[in-house]
C-alpha cells in the first residue's frame, strides 16, 4: 500500500521534526552540525523554502519552514536527509540508515502560534540540557533572532 501525502500547507508555516535511528546521536560535534546547516542551507536554497527557525540538538533537528509549493518541502528534508546521512556515514566510518523514518511536520498557525513556535524551536537547546539560555547557544536560530550572530540565509 501506497504511503498517503504528506499534508503541505504552501506558503505555510511547518514545524518540522526529524529524529536519529533508535534515538541515536545525529551529531557527533560542531563540525557534524556545519554540515547540517550547509546542506539545509542549499537545499532550502534551490527549492525556495524558507527556514525561520532551527535547532539541532544531539539526536534529533528541529525547523521551523516555509515552503513555496506541496513538494518543496519534502524536496528539502529528503536533499538534506541524503547529503548529510552520506556525509556523516563516511566521516564516522558506518553505513545505514541515520534518520527514524520520515520526518514529522505539522502546519503551524501564523500569530502568536507562530511566535510561540519559534521560541519553542530556539529554546530547545536549553530545555535539552545543551545550553544554560537560548542566546548561548551556537546551533540554534535564537543568536540569530537576538542579534548575536547573522545567518545571511
Known amino acids: 500500500m501506497a504511503r498517503q501525502r ?5 506558503g505555510q508555516l511547518h514545524h518540522t521534526v526529524q ?9 557527533a560535534d560542531d563540525e557534524d552540525r556545519r554540515v547540517y546547516l550547509a546542506a539545509l542551507r542549499d537545499a532550502a536554497r534551490s ?18 519552514l516555509t515552503p513555496p509549493t506541496d513538494i518543496a518541502l519534502s524536496q ?18 558506518r ?11 505539522g502546519v ?7 511566535l510561540a513556535c519559534m521560541r519553542w524551536v530556539d529554546a530547545s537547546a536549553v530545555r535539552h540540557g ?11 536560530s535564537a543568536p ?5 550572530r547573522h545567518n545571511a540565509w
Not at 504528506?6 to 504552501?10: F, I, N
Not at 527549492?47 to 525547523?63: E, M, P, T, Y
Open 19 to 27: 529524529r536519529g535511528h533508535n534515538a541515536q546521536a545525529v551529531f
Open 108 to 114: 503551524v498557525q501564523s500569530g502568536p502560534f507562530a
Open 6 to 10: 504528506r499534508l503541505v500547507c504552501p
Open 47 to 64: 527549492s525556495g523554502v524558507a527556514v525561520h527557525a532551527f535547532a539541532l540538538l544531539d539526536n534529533q533537528v528541529q525547523l521551523l
Open 95 to 105: 553505513s545505514g540508515t541515520l534518520w527514524e523514518g520520515r520526518f514529522r511536520a
Open 144 to 148: 540569530d533572532w537576538l542579534g548575536l
Open 76 to 93: 528539502v528534508m529528503q536533499a538534506v536527509g541524503r547529503r548529510y546521512g552520506a556525509a556523516f556515514n563516511r566521516r564516522h566510518g
Open 130 to 140: 545543551l545550553n544554560e539560555s537560548p542566546q548561548a547557544s551556537l546551533w540554534t
